[in-house]
């Protein structure tokens, strides 16, 4: 069956690197997602990435995705106070119907002065 | 762009009292969800439509009803309110096409937090 997993929490100090991980099983997922909420917001598309890709990089955030071992990752260079959020993995698959979202349970990034 | 709005965002009811949540977009997206998230948990399914007139349900669709008469609107009707239902509920919308597997993410309306009393 589908499942996505993450750490539930990850503390950083200010300045330093944050990565946070995630791990999927579906091997046809087509589109992996990372979505940061806020708290008292909803969830905000962060960046994503193609399953044919290893890596992508976006200012200061950089996807790793290892496919072989159905392993993603978001790392936040220079972490600030402002990244303090709940980032949520997601993987789409495509099946007769459409496109199907598994999200995984979220990691709390608390970053500290 | 509006994009995926939700009302009302706070909203208490009473044991037994029955409410609509609202959902409308305004990106022409066919795919619309609603999903509930509880205290320091992930999102879970709810219902889910493919297009208007389509809807199925998801991973906890007791408790709940929806309907899509238009591309637009989604609401989700609890009928009758019970605690286990305090949550925030989140809607969200994507375009998916048959077409090819091109990139279509979730976009997600800030949520309305529904308290049971």
């Known amino acids: 069956g589908e499942d996505v997993e993450q750490s539930l929490f990850l503390s950083v100090r200010e300045g330093d690197s944050s990565v946070i991980n995630c791990t999927y099983t579906?091997?046809?997922?087509?589109?992996l997602y990372w979505y940061k909420q806020e708290p008292g917001a909803g969830l905000q598309l962060l960046t994503y990435?193609?399953?044919?890709?290893d890596m992508k990089q976006d200012q200061r955030l950089t996807v790793l995705l290892n496919k072989k071992d159905k392993h993603l990752s978001l790392r936040i260079a220079d972490t600030q106070t402002g990244d303090s959020a709940i980032y949520f993995c997601a993987e789409s698959q495509w099946d007769n119907y459409g496109q199907n979202f598994v999200f995984g349970p979220g990691t709390r990034l608390s970053v500290l002065p | 762009n509006a994009g995926v709005t939700q009302t009302p965002k706070f909203r208490i009811l009473k044991i037994g009292q029955s409410m609509t949540l609202q959902c409308t977009q305004d990106?022409?997206?066919?795919?619309m969800y609603w999903y509930r998230q509880d205290p320091g948990m992930g999102l879970k399914l709810i219902y889910y439509?493919?297009?208007?007139?389509?809807?199925d349900k998801g991973e906890v669709p007791n408790g709940y009803n929806v309907s899509r008469s238009t591309t637009e609107d989604f609401p989700l009707r609890l009928e009758l309110a019970a605690p286990s239902q305090t949550s925030v509920y989140f809607c969200a919308s994507s375009y998916s096409s048959r077409t090819g597997y091109s990139n279509q993410p979730q976009h997600f309306g800030d949520g309305t937090r529904l308290s049971i009393l």
């Open positions: 439509s493919v297009g208007a007139g389509i809807t």
């Open positions: 990106m022409n997206h066919n795919y």
């Open positions: 990435i193609f399953s044919n890709m």
């Open positions: 579906d091997s046809s997922s087509t589109y």
